[in-house]
């Protein structure tokens, strides 16, 4: 018996219909599921530059913000099918990704999951949910959502699906349903930035905090979603990650990031949640690679934002990362302020632990 013949220790059955051949290995400890690749929603554009190119093709939109319904979405998702999980419905879609709402079997607790298939070897999305994995891991906070296990499905020797049980975090983002007033606003982005500090004491850059991934239930609770452009603090990343409305210059250009990273994203996503408008960043969504013009003020815009506040936010967004705010221990404090004296609103921040109690299942793969 021929070397390949052996290891395998099965038969090879090709057949074909119309000129097309479909091959089974069937072996004793590996198995393979056909599953067509799941549904992406990758904004692109024809720009001259390969590094901009790079670029968007790690923009994470959904199906549904690019004009789908929730029923044309679901029709062109693969069914799943999980040990010890039944599968509810489809919650959303991403680049590389479906989410799951799924029942636990034994217990009858809901989780999300994530599902995540490469793609004509493209393996980028399934290194990006393994970097999500580690970081949320690694980092516990109540208001970031907690990730339970992971299951990595291979085909031959390389992984090929993964899998990865997460909290269930019902409600809205803030890019669908932003604060009604400032008070609101302020009280969301408080609660985010207390996590944001943890993450960051943590040794962690989110690195790609926008309203989409702040969700918010209907008891004001806020979680951060969405880990997995994460990284350690001081990386250099080989591509440029990141949402161009929200992108600090520094991710651009592909220089080390830091805290002050966050602060930017931050104060990209605050002002945008006060105005509902974007600030020009160095890589708008339909230019290449320029200097953005002159930021008009929150207070320009909407004239009951309180000067604290507006000053708060022109800080968090300077070009030079050294005119920045440090850290978000800086935003905590001063945003502390703006509620206390500007909004005559309570600090406080919540050490209750909002998310599920289940006991969490073991990692395989």
Not at 112 to 136: C, M, P, W
Not at 215 to 228: A, H, R, S
């Amino acid at each position: 018996m021929p070397v390949a013949g052996r290891c395998f220790g099965g038969v090879l059955k090709v057949w074909g219909k119309n000129g097309r051949g479909i091959c089974r290995f069937f072996h004793g400890f590996m198995h393979a599921y056909e599953r067509s690749p799941c549904e992406k929603s990758i904004f692109k554009l024809h720009m001259s530059t390969r590094q901009n190119a790079d670029a968007y093709n790690y923009i994470m939109g959904t199906s549904l913000r690019a004009g789908r319904s929730m029923a044309e979405t679901t029709s062109t998702v693969t069914p799943l099918r999980l040990r010890g999980y039944q599968a509810v419905r489809v919650i959303g879609t991403g680049a590389g990704s479906v989410i799951w709402e799924v029942r636990d079997e034994e217990t009858g607790r809901l989780f999300a999951l994530k599902r995540v298939i490469k793609n004509n070897g493209d393996t980028r999305f399934i290194h990006q949910v393994l970097n999500e994995y580690a970081t949320s891991r690694a980092v516990d906070h109540p208001t970031i959502r907690k990730v339970y296990s992971m299951r990595k499905l291979r085909k031959l020797f390389s992984v090929h699906e993964i899998h990865m049980v997460m909290e269930l975090c019902p409600g809205q983002s803030v890019q669908d349903r932003p604060p009604k007033d400032i008070a609101e606003a302020c009280e969301i982005f408080f609660q985010v930035a207390n996590a944001m500090q943890r993450l960051n004491e943590a040794g962690y850059v989110h690195a790609d905090m926008k309203p989409n991934n702040i969700i918010v239930d209907k008891n004001d609770n806020v979680k951060i979603i969405d880990l997995g452009q994460c990284c350690l603090i001081g990386t250099i990343k080989d591509r440029i990650q990141g949402t161009p409305d929200f992108i600090a210059p520094e991710q651009v250009h592909r220089q080390p990031l830091d805290e002050r990273t966050d602060v930017y994203n931050f104060g990209a996503s605050l002002y945008w949640a006060l105005t509902r408008k974007n600030i020009p960043t160095v890589l708008p969504q339909q230019n290449m690679l320029k200097m953005p013009t002159a930021i008009v003020q929150p207070l320009e815009i909407k004239k009951d934002i309180p000067p604290l506040l507006n000053r708060l936010v022109m800080d968090c967004i300077q070009l030079e990362p050294s005119h920045r705010l440090k850290n978000m221990q800086d935003i905590v404090t001063r945003l502390g302020i703006v509620m206390k004296k500007e909004l005559a609103t309570e600090v406080q921040v919540s050490l209750k632990d909002t998310s599920c109690t289940e006991n969490r299942p073991q990692t395989s793969g």
